[in-house]
């Protein structure tokens, strides 16, 4: 969630520091900082809000530091302040750090470090705990002091310290929080993510759990949890720098969803050979291993649960194997029946969700193999699975996710054909038009983006509504969930979603003149039901924007407005259908005057339970 830039070299920290910092934006924050060894001593600054606002404290100054850590915040423990804002220093101002995740056992040693070493506490933060403790420990090495307090400590971190005593160091270290170093000529540096870094170096070392590394501007040493040396194979980052920019897009957001036909014809081409067979890309599913799969779990946090539940849908469809969705955030806590009979497919954008590795370890423990969907090469998640699917959907910057959400439903439609193509589930005949269907994607959804100024239409209509329900069936329930969380989260309008049959189970009662309906209608076989659902809205006062496949123009005999997709099979109208609703919150957002890449309390690398 928060962000981490630390840079040791020849040239001006704060700068370098500044701009990395600038490139993390997207994980969300709510304060930043910075702490530079400037002239014999540890200067800290930070500031409540935005960047912007970093800047404007620091403007004056002249630095001439060549070492220095920064940070983003998103608040956990104490509201967004300055003085709750990272980085954090020692009593003596000797010691600065910067802390991505929580400190578990923070009260127990803030209250040691009060009675035993008098410190006096200036946040609310469990991070300035870390900054003492660091400091009690310290005799002379920082290294080893950083070492002494992290043996002292439970929770996840990602840590970067620096210290006015030795000028010459940054040191590191990481558990269940992402960390990557990065390799420059006479300098180097520590991230959260790769795009802080991009401008500079395209060398890193991928930083393991319970690591600890030591930079000079000239090294960079990397010890495991026994203090012993390790050597680390450099991983090369082949995508462009580009693809981190807004291209002339007012909007991360608007870029991404645009950038959907590419995405997935991406994904297709690396994974479909000419005659339309499937590539595991070194994923050994055999028929025998197949065979010996009882059960299926698809676990996952946000947007990438909502690509479980139509995952669900394909995967039990093509395969024949009953499959449970579940939040990464509760698996752990419900005793989950899972034995060496269970496959466990893991769905994360970053590969640094710390629910769903927390979720991930828990299954490998209890015997489960575990294939992950992930769009981040090197990623906790994805080092930590026995098979992995990458979505190759590119950097996505904006919060709320978009093109990695088309991706995941395409790997979780190949998935389920592979396994019942290879079981023989479904003929050849259906695998193959299935198969068709998805390699036209791309081309339909280009049609689908064409309609923009429509939506925008639609939207201007609307964006005044605080309240929005989306109905569905079937596939499109699940396309409901994610279409609400885009408008919910970028717009902050109070959105529910809900399967359709449910409605007059409850939910009926909310509907009352003009409340404003979203309902999804593209699936032939639900169609006349999904007509009925509406006109018991309808019935109510609300007021109806339908969503349904060109063919099926019925609909408007029963909706106020409609918006069409392209006709295609409707086992994959939700990599259709999906994105008017983003490209409807989006404009709905931009109309309400929202900032929509990075919505207010929400991060894009969730790290933290």
């Given at each position: 969630m928060c962000g981490i830039v630390g840079y040791i070299g020849d040239e001006n920290a704060c700068e370098i520091i500044i701009e990395g910092l600038k490139k993390l934006e997207y994980r969300g924050y709510d304060s930043a900082g910075v702490a530079l060894c400037e002239k014999g001593k540890i200067e800290i600054y930070k500031s409540k809000g935005r960047i912007a606002n970093l800047e404007a404290k620091i403007a004056n100054e002249n630095f001439t530091s060549t070492i220095g850590i920064g940070h983003t915040r998103w608040a956990t423990h104490g509201a967004p302040s300055d003085v709750n804002a990272h980085p954090h220093g020692n009593r003596d101002e000797t010691i600065a750090i910067v802390h991505n995740g929580i400190i578990e056992n923070y009260v127990e040693l803030k209250e040691w470090l009060v009675r035993e070493h008098g410190i006096d506490f200036k946040s609310e933060t469990d991070?300035?705990?870390?900054?003492?403790?660091?400091?009690?420990c310290y005799e002379g090495d920082l290294f080893e002091a950083v070492n002494a307090a992290v043996d002292k400590m439970r929770g996840a971190y990602a840590i970067g310290a620096i210290c006015s005593n030795e000028p010459d160091r940054i040191v590191a270290v990481r558990k269940d929080a992402p960390l990557i170093v990065g390799l420059g000529e006479g300098c180097n540096f520590i991230a959260s993510d790769?795009?802080?870094?991009?401008?500079?170096?395209?060398?890193?070392?991928?930083?393991?759990?319970n690591e600890t590394v030591l930079l000079t501007k000239n090294d960079v040493k990397i010890f495991d949890a026994n203090r012993k040396e390790v050597q680390r194979e450099v991983f090369n980052v082949t995508w462009d720098a580009d693809s981190a920019e807004k291209e002339g897009y007012e909007h991360f957001m608007l870029k991404e969803i645009c950038e959907q036909p590419k995405g997935i014809a991406d994904t297709l081409d690396r994974r479909l050979t000419e005659d339309n067979g499937i590539v595991l890309d070194g994923i050994s599913l055999t028929r025998e291993d197949l065979a010996n799969i009882t059960k299926i779990y698809i676990v996952a946090c946000g947007t990438a649960y909502h690509a479980g539940l139509v995952g669900k849908y394909a995967i039990e469809k093509f395969a024949g194997i009953p499959v449970e969705v579940d939040i990464a955030s509760e698996f752990r806590y419900r005793d989950p029946f899972v034995d060496g009979h269970t496959l466990f497919i893991a769905i994360s954008q970053s590969g640094e969700t710390l629910d769903t590795l927390a979720a991930l370890r828990e299954a490998k423990s209890k015997g489960a193999r575990v294939l992950s969907v992930v769009n981040v090469v090197g990623s906790s998640v994805a080092r930590?699975?026995?098979?992995?699917?990458?979505?190759?959907?590119?950097?996505?910057?904006?919060?709320?996710?978009?093109?990695?959400?088309t991706t995941q439903l395409v790997c979780m439609y190949l998935i389920g054909l592979y396994m019942g193509h290879t079981q023989s589930r479904i003929d050849d005949d259906y695998y193959h038009r299935v198969i068709d269907e998805l390699k036209a994607i791309p081309e339909k959804l280009k049609e689908v983006l064409k309609h923009e100024d429509r939506i925008r239409e639609i939207a201007n209509h609307h964006y005044k509504m605080e309240q929005v329900f989306f109905i569905g069936r079937g596939p499109d329930a699940g396309v409901c969930y994610e279409g609400s969380l885009k408008l919910k989260e970028i717009s902050y309008i109070n959105s529910f979603a809900i399967a359709a049959g449910e409605l007059k189970h409850g939910t009926i009662a909310l509907i009352e003149q003009d409340t404003l309906v979203v309902a999804l209608a593209t699936q032939d076989r639900l169609f006349e039901k999904m007509l009925s659902n509406i006109q018991e809205v309808k019935a109510r006062g609300a007021y109806v924007i339908g969503l349904a496949k060109e063919s099926n123009t019925g609909i408007e005999k029963q909706a106020d407005e409609v918006i069409y997709i392209p006709d295609c099979m409707d086992e994959v109208t939700p990599l259709l259908s999906v994105v008017p609703l983003q490209m409807f919150a989006y404009y709905i957002a931009k109309l309400r005057g929202c900032d929509i890449d990075k919505p207010k309390n929400l991060a894009k690398s969730v790290t933290v339970e």
């Open positions: 991070t300035e705990v870390i900054a003492h403790l660091i400091s009690v790769i795009p802080a870094l991009l401008k500079h170096v395209r060398k890193i070392f991928l930083i393991e759990n930590e699975s026995d098979d992995v699917f990458y979505t190759w959907a590119g950097p996505e910057i904006a919060v709320a996710s978009t093109k990695a959400y």
